[in-house]
């Protein structure tokens, strides 16, 4: 006898397997053998494959203990085995959250194979279990794990499905901020914007041309003002002025959702973007929302533009720019209020339509305090003795100490070229210890919460280093503006589906996905065909599924049948 699995076209154009148990009698007449079905399981489903584990434990009742492990295991060769647990999650969160559905529907008419959306879940999960160059990639999803509706794919897949994704992009952005926005209840009413860089390995920028959806390449947003390509040399947040780069923007909730990216030439400079990127929004279901967002975008026209729409915005105040704004908050009088262990506040009255706070970071204060003890002491060091060194030798030590800018910012030099600690300085500097200015145009909001939202910007800086660190934004393998930006899109995407699963498990990605990766699902095959079964569930990972609303992945992941032909012998 056999397990045979016979398949049924429905009149949709749907097919559906049954599983039957059979065996081959021969036919006299016929002069050959005949196939005769003993009993019908069903449709190859859980149900079936249930009944099936009922069978073989009912047989192994009556056989010897050894004999029965024997009988089972006799004819199968365990052939591979595979993780699962990652991909079988990240897959549950993106169809949950609508991305599948939405790209299978966008991408639809074009010409693209049919299991595009299932490459560029395969390429997301790749950036979020095991992040690789997009051939590796590849590899990765044919050879490494288990994608469902994905037994393999190409490089050449890869890249065709990048660049279908960047067509759609704007469309599907909207879809799965409306989807995650329902399904999650965000809170949209902070939305915090900020950049970053991220540098190519190459000395090489790209060729001049314009650019899309991101601002033109070069133009009157660029620091230098000159033309350039997508690669462009800027000021690298970095420290690699030395590379070329791209400048990337991205717009997160208060619960730290990333719920959009943008992509700009590397030599775009801060302050305009954020005016671009209200516009790129203004269209999707938001209310009332205050942006907030870091100094370098504190520029008058900017905080007219975030005005419009009822909108309002809360952005920090650079203390040290010598601003009239900020003299005139640091010289007012008044008590700070406790906020929280770390954190007071004091607000102040400076414009009509403006309100100013001032916060207070005690700890700050202390760290900022030390940190300048220490540069003044290192300062000191260097200049002991300077006078009696010759003109030209000072001058030369003075150079070398202006390329410091931490000592040099306590550094002065005489009428005479003698070089001393600027006491001024360091006293003005310790009424600047562990305090920031914050300015909103909110007229209703009290100045804890002004603080406390401007203190959730965190939640960008911790996106972008789990960007970088995590999704391993860098380094970018593509040289083509398109291929770039759709990276850079996936990347997104598995930072989206990251940060959905920390938010309900209470935990960090790097933790989970370890955990998850422990799920594997072993490959068995014997002459009456292959079945995969995966791993036992351990209760740390049964608590994650739970926590996620996911229901584990089937004992029995897989079960195909050998052809007829093969198991005759079976008989």
Known sequence: MYLRSTPRRNKDGSEVRYLQLAHN???????????????NFGREDAASREALQRLVASVARHLDPGKARAAAAEGLEFTESRPLGGTWVLDALWGRLGIGPAMRRLLAGRRLDACAERVLFALT??????????????????????????????????????????EVREQLEEE??????????????????????????????????????GGPAGGEDAEDGRAAGFRAFGKSKDHRDDLPQIVIGMAVTRDGIPVRVWCWPGNTADPALIRQVKDDMRHWSLSRVVWVADRGFTSAENRRYLRKGGNHYIIGEKLRSGSAEAQAALSRQGRYKDVAGNLKVKEVRIAEDERFVICH??????????????????????????DKLGRDKRAELRGVISTKPGLNRYLRTTPGGLLRIDASRAKAEENLDGKYLLRTSDPKMTSEDIALGYKQLLQVERGWRDMKQVI???????????????????????????????????DTWPNLRRDLGRIAVGAFTGPAGTFRQRTQITPAQAGILAKLAIDPPPKIYQLTPAPPDQRKHLA
Not at 196 to 211: I, K, L, N, R, V
């Open 25 to 39: 009698v021969w036919d006299p007449a016929a002069k050959r053998s005949k196939v005769q079905v003993v009993y």
């Open 472 to 506: 391993d934004l860098r380094p970018v393998y593509h040289r083509k503006e398109e291929r770039i930006r759709a990276h850079v899109i996936l990347c997104w995407l598995a930072l989206l589906l990251a940060r959905i699963a920390e938010n309900a498990c209470g």
């Open 176 to 213: 799965i901020f409306g989807k995650v926005s329902d399904l999650l209840g965000l809170e949209v009413d902070l939305l915090f914007f900020d950049t970053t860089s991220t540098y190519f390995e190459t000395e090489e920028a790209g060729a001049p041309a314009g650019g899309e959806h």
């Open 125 to 166: 999960a790749n950036r979020a279990l095991a992040p690789s160059s997009k051939l590796a990639a590849a590899r990765w999803a044919s050879e490494d794990v288990l994608i469902a509706g994905l037994p393999a794919t190409t490089d050449d897949a890869c890249y065709r499905a990048m660049d279908r994704l960047l």
């Open 361 to 386: 970071n005690p700890e700050g204060a202390e760290r900022d305090a030390a940190i300048r003890a220490r540069l003044i002491a290192q300062l000191k060091e260097l200049i002991d003795g300077s």
